[in-house]
């Protein structure tokens, strides 16, 4: 597409209907406004672009996008859909259906959304390709809880394929088989989900943002900081520490660019091109890493499709790599056009 004249297009966004921002912030509270800061941003700033722009909530039927497409005709969605009739797993059917319709959309294709949504999928990808992993096992729902041998404490249990750290707090760290059993039952019963316990690394969380097709850019490597955390709890990012924005401010949690050496940013950016290669990634997305006192990166797990709100870690980084929110956004989109070939 010549950016020097770049046309005007028609852009469906799609949401949860929950999510459907206003077209002001004016009388709304912060907390009012964090609920929808992402899909409010992405829309305010395409029409800022000039494109004519339908925010469409869409929960657990396709009807609603077949109506749109028909109705709106799109020349591209922007996607910003996390999951499809209440799980996450499930989003890649969102995609697939866009594929079937031959309507291009931004962010990732349905494959890489599938292999990236599962933690232990993608670990084991990722292991076999030598980038180091925490060691885990997965304990689907009824079957019996039992550690296997080699899975040494202490452990952090998440649900295999959530998002946005649902269900992780600071009592997912266990150190013991009946802690263990007592969490894992927890992620069975609370969110409906199989759950994963990983060998916990104790260090600095890191995050690294990642944009490109077959040819990608990877951004400043951001990091997940805790000025004021209580004693005796664990610097990991709990639902309340991604969501809650009043424990945000008591405990000093933030996001800034990582200290790091230069052979080091070097290593984590070598590795997450390949770990976005490996999981067949496209888009955009994020890859997230425990760094050791030693030096040692473990990877995660892969965020296809991350929170693009303007004030997140994504843009934060993407700025300071010289991409301006605006900027930012437009490239979302063009790459979702390359893909399909316009």
């Known amino acids: 597409m010549n950016r020097g004249k770049r046309r005007k297009l028609r852009i469906a966004v799609l949401m949860h209907p929950t999510l459907v921002p206003p077209d002001s912030l004016e009388g ?26 339908e925010p469409l909530g869409v929960q657990d039927e396709l009807k609603p996008i077949r109506v749109m497409i028909d109705d709106f005709r799109p020349d591209i969605c922007f996607n910003l859909l996390e999951e499809f009739y209440g799980q996450v797993e499930l989003d890649h059917l969102i995609v697939s259906y866009l594929e079937l319709k031959r309507v291009p959309y931004t962010g990732c294709h349905p494959r890489g959304l599938m292999l990236a949504r599962d933690k232990a999928l993608s670990k084991k990808l990722v292991a076999w390709h030598r980038i180091r992993v925490p060691a885990f096992a997965v304990f689907p729902r009824g ?6 041998k080699g899975l040494e404490f202490p452990l952090i249990v998440k649900g295999l394929r959530v998002e946005g750290s649902q269900g992780i707090s600071q ?9 263990l059993a007592e969490r894992v039952t ?12 990983e060998q916990f690394i104790e260090g600095r969380e890191l995050y690294v943002s990642v944009l490109g ?9 951001w990091e997940l900081t805790f000025e004021n955390l209580a004693p005796g709890m664990h610097a990991i990012a709990t639902a309340n520490v991604k969501h809650n924005i ?16 230069a052979a080091l940013i070097a290593e984590i950016k070598r590795a997450s091109r390949r770990v976005y290669r490996y999981l067949e990634l496209d888009g955009y997305a994020r890859i997230d890493y425990r760094l050791t006192p030693n030096g040692e990166i473990y990877f995660l797990e892969a965020n296809p499709n991350p929170d693009l709100a303007q004030s997140e870690e994504f843009a934060s980084s993407a700025e300071a790599f010289g991409i301006k929110y605006k900027g930012l956004v437009q490239r979302i989109v063009d790459l979702g056009l390359g893909r399909a070939g316009l």
């Open 186 to 197: 927890f992620i069975h019963e609370s969110i409906g989900s199989d759950a994963i316990a």
């Open 171 to 179: 009592a997912s760290i266990v150190d013991t088989d009946e802690k």
């Open 213 to 221: 097709n077959k040819q990608v850019r990877v951004f400043p490597i």
């Open 28 to 53: 709304y509270s912060e907390k009012e406004i964090y609920e929808w800061k992402t899909e409010y941003d992405v829309v305010s700033t395409l029409r800022k672009l000039g494109h004519t722009v």
């Open 246 to 261: 009043e424990y945000q401010k008591k405990r000093g949690i933030f996001q800034q660019p990582a200290d790091l050496d």
């Open 143 to 148: 079957r019996r809880i039992r550690r296997p």
